[in-house]
Structure formats: structure tokens, C-alpha cells
């Protein structure tokens, strides 16, 4: 078995007692990243000597008695996640040479505790879209078939964890892009509850709803890297004060008497026949458990889509209203006067997808149909946030599939912007009410990833991954990638 192939919690036990260094874990996972990410183009940028270094200062700590439980774990971060003297590029072409002078509170966090930055991965450029395609500067692929996408935007992130090149990586998730990657790639992601983690450094896409969060190979790791990632920061004016729980303790395989929702809505039309039959087969696992099965309804959640996609684009035509070619990012070299310079300079900078959404949310904005779209989508988040309230009435965690699909082709929907919008269909609806949510490998159709979401009441995380733990323990999700040469 390689190095790179173990979770975390294997790890850390190797590395508590001496049997690996950091410095070796460290470059088992550099050699994995040489050998696939040719196939796969996850990463953006690979911190090769910054990560050696941060091995070597690893394995003083663990020498000193000094290491915690990500002491000497490698992770790759997310390309919208600064980090202090790394290129944060967003992936476009506007940022495409900005290196912060800081680090995002979480990267600072991780960084004390000895974790291991090997690299920044692909995403859709600012964060936009449902397949990594968008990135202005490569295409992800599928470890599980490179002619499919991971999904997205954090499709780098989850390619990296099914590819193992990282212990564990960093997604955020605005409308899903963690849960929809994480169930196209057959790895375990979670959108945490919002606020729970500091979003201080995160470049902003739609900042009422984005939300940093883990990718891992297991629910285990999962739990351990929320034990560190969340708290409340006084740079953050959205993160929340409360208890830190540990969320280990969560991970049981009791769930008798349980009271677990099943939404009709979240299978209706333009579900795939093998992810609705992979799922519905995960939820006769979870019953034999000893959980309860209720049928619940969340009717205002057909809407969830359109009104996502309004006050998504509304935000980020304001938030990236600041790339202007003046303050930073980009400036064009050829221009008339300074209309004319904001013009080329933001044409030339972002993509044609960011392009859409910063029309789309400026027209929702304008006077004269702020009422029409924007105000109206803002009415119906509140009744999406009820239809959430009344269900947890009736049950604890509610269940379903993650995507409607399994990994589709790369360009399938290049040229269909509402077919992409709709890979987030069982997603967005969490954002919008700020709950959080996870995906776990549940089985394969047609050989790929069939993911299942599990969703909680804000801050039931711990039931969350309690569920997540029993289902994991009684499913063993043991298929491996071969479209990388499946040498795992």
C-alpha cells in the first residue's frame, strides 16, 4: 500500500509512531502528483519546495511532542482560498499573476497546525459553473473517465482526493460546487453551515451564500478536518460564536430510531434511472440500520434553481464590480480613455460564464425589475427556508441524491448554460437556506459515482456525519478510479 492511498487518520497513526516522517508522506504524494496530473489537470500551481519545507518543520514538531491531528498532512487548496506568497488566480485570466500578501483565515489555521500545502487546484473561474470547463486556464478531468467532467466549480479539489494527490483538500461551495464534485468523483464532501467556518480570504462570489468546506476519502476524515477548520472570526462580520464540538464523537454506527426525510421532490423528472435506484437502495441500507423512513415534501424547492441563480449573479455582479484594471488584477495594455479602459480590461479578463452571470445579476439589480427578479427571489429563499423548518419537524437529517446525473462528457453542455445550471439541482436549495449538507460515495451506475446528500439543521453537523459514519461502515464504497491507471 502507498502512502499517498491512506486517509488521514491512517496517516497520523504511521506518523505518531515514527514509522513514516512527513517529509517521506510528503514526497510519496509529490511523485503520485508527477505521475497523474498530466491525466488529470487538478492543480493549478504545485508548491513543491514549500511543501518539503513544511514537511521537515512537521517532522520537528512531531520530534518535539508538539504535532496535532493534521501534524504532517498534505492538503491542496482550492485556487480561490489566498495564500500568502502562492498565486491565487481564481482561475481567470484577471487575476491570473496575483500573489496575496495574506492568508485566508482557515489556510492560517491549517498552517499552524502543521499541514503540508502541496498546491492549488482548478476550479470554474471564480468559482461559476458546474464542471470545471470554465477555468480560463485548463480543463479537469474525471479520474474515473478522462473524457468526463469532476463537476464543479471545486472539480480540481475532488479529481485531486479520487486521483490521491492530497491527503484532503479545500473546496467552497456556493450553489453545491463541493456536494456535486464530491458525488461525480467519488469522494465524501461537505457544505458546513454558514458561518461555521470563517470565509475571511475567500475571493468573494456570492458572499450570502458561499461557504469553505473539506473534501476527504472518508467520513472520518471529514470530522477531523471540521474539528480544525471551524470557529469564529473577528475578520469574518458572518462567522458565528459557538461551542466547538468534537465532531469524532459523532461517528457512530447507532442510528436506531433515527428519523430520516425523503423528499419526493428530490426525485422527480431528469433524474437518472441508476442514480435513483443507487440511492433508493442506500435508504433500504439506512432502514435496515434502524432508522425511520418519512416521506416529507419541500413544494417551494422547484424553485430553489431560479431564484439561486438571481441572487447568486446579483451578488457577484457587485462583488466583482472591484476588478476594474485600476485596484488590481488585470489592466489592458490598449486603450482610448478610461470608459474605454474599463471596458477592454474586464473583457479581456474574464470568461464568457462570468460574463453571463455579471449581465444576468446587473439586469435583476436594475431599477425597474429589482422588484420583478431580485426582490421576488429574496421571497422565495424565506419560503425554501420554512419548507426546510417545517420538515426537520417531522424528521432529523433528510436524504437524497447529490446530482440528478453521474459525470457527464466534457463539452456535453459547454454550449447549454441551463442544462449545466441544472447539475445543481438538489444542491442549491441548502445554500439558499444555509444549511449544511454532505455527499458520500453511495455505489456506481454505469461505472461511475453515484454520491448521497445527507442534510442537517444548521449546526446538526454531528448528526450529519453520525448517519454519514453508519451508512459508510455498512456500505463499503471499495471502487477505485482506473482511469488513471488504477494503481491505488
Known amino acids: 500500500m502507498e ?8 496517516l497520523r497513526e504511521l506518523l505518531k509512531k515514527r514509522e513514516v516522517s512527513a517529509l517521506e508522506v510528503t514526497k510519496s504524494y509529490l511523485e503520485r502528483i508527477k505521475e497523474v496530473e498530466p491525466k488529470i489537470d487538478a492543480l493549478i500551481t504545485i508548491t513543491e519546495d514549500f511543501a518539503l519545507q513544511k514537511a521537515k518543520e512537521a517532522d520537528e514538531k512531531i520530534k518535539k511532542g508538539e504535532d496535532t491531528a493534521l501534524t504532517g498532512i498534505p492538503v491542496i487548496i482550492k485556487d480561490n482560498i489566498s495564500t500568502e506568497g502562492i498565486k491565487t488566480t481564481c482561475s481567470s485570466k484577471m487575476l491570473e499573476n496575483y500573489i496575496p500578501p495574506y492568508n485566508a483565515t482557515i489556510v492560517e489555521k491549517l498552517l499552524e497546525e502543521g499541514v503540508i500545502i502541496l498546491g492549488k487546484s482548478n476550479l470554474d473561474e471564480f468559482a461559476m459553473g458546474s464542471s470545471t470547463e470554465n477555468s480560463a486556464f485548463k480543463t479537469t478531468k474525471n479520474p474515473w473517465d478522462l473524457s468526463r467532467v469532476p463537476g464543479g466549480s471545486s472539480g480540481g479539489s475532488a479529481a485531486a482526493i479520487a486521483a490521491d494527490e492530497a491527503a484532503f ?14 458525488s461525480l468523483c467519488g469522494v465524501v464532501g461537505m457544505k458546513p453551515t454558514y458561518g461555521l467556518v470563517s470565509r475571511y480570504g475567500l475571493v468573494a462570489f456570492a458572499s450570502s451564500l458561499d461557504q469553505i468546506g473539506p473534501f476527504t476519502k472518508d467520513v472520518t476524515d471529514c470530522a477531523i478536518v471540521l474539528n480544525t477548520i471551524i470557529g469564529h472570526d473577528p475578520k469574518d462580520s458572518t462567522s458565528l460564536k459557538i461551542d466547538k464540538p468534537d465532531y469524532t464523537s459523532y461517528l457512530k454506527e447507532d442510528i436506531k430510531g433515527l428519523r430520516i426525510g425523503v423528499a419526493k421532490e428530490f426525485f422527480g423528472e431528469g433524474i437518472e434511472e441508476g442514480v435513483k435506484e443507487t440511492v433508493q437502495e442506500s435508504i433500504k441500507v439506512l432502514q435496515d440500520l434502524g432508522a425511520e423512513i418519512i416521506d416529507i415534501s419541500i413544494p417551494y424547492v ?5 431564484a439561486y441563480y438571481i441572487i447568486a449573479s446579483a451578488e457577484a455582479s457587485s462583488n466583482l464590480a472591484r476588478y476594474d484594471g485600476i485596484r488590481y488584477g488585470h489592466i489592458a495594455e490598449k486603450y482610448e480613455d478610461l470608459i474605454d479602459m474599463y471596458m477592454v480590461t474586464r473583457s479581456e479578463g474574464f470568461g464568457k460564464e462570468v460574463k453571463r452571470r455579471i449581465m444576468l445579476g446587473t439586469y435583476a439589480l ?20 420554512n419548507d426546510f423548518e417545517k420538515a426537520f419537524e417531522k424528521c432529523d437529517v433528510i436524504i437524497g441524491p447529490t446530482s440528478p446525473t453521474v459525470a457527464f462528457k ?34 456506481l451506475s454505469d461505472g461511475l459515482p453515484v454520491g448521497l446528500q445527507i442534510i442537517g439543521r444548521h449546526f446538526d453537523e454531528g448528526k450529519i456525519l453520525n448517519v454519514a459514519y453508519a451508512f459508510e461502515q455498512a456500505n463499503k464504497f471499495n471502487a477505485k478510479p482506473q482511469a488513471i491507471g488504477g494503481a491505488r
Open 366 to 385: 436594475s431599477s425597474g425589475y429589482y422588484d420583478a427578479y431580485y426582490k421576488k427571489a429574496l421571497k422565495v429563499r424565506t419560503l425554501i427556508k
Open 302 to 306: 422547484e424553485y430553489a434553481l431560479p
Open 169 to 182: 483538500a479545500l473546496g467552497s461551495d456556493t450553489g453545491g460546487s463541493i456536494r456535486q464534485p464530491a
Open 3 to 10: 502512502l499517498y492511498s491512506l486517509t488521514i487518520h491512517e
Open 410 to 443: 466534457i463539452g456535453e453542455r459547454a454550449n447549454d448554460p441551463l442544462a449545466m445550471y441544472l447539475a445543481d439541482i438538489y444542491t442549491v436549495s441548502v445554500n439558499i437556506a444555509g444549511l449544511p449538507g454532505i455527499s458520500i460515495p453511495c455505489g
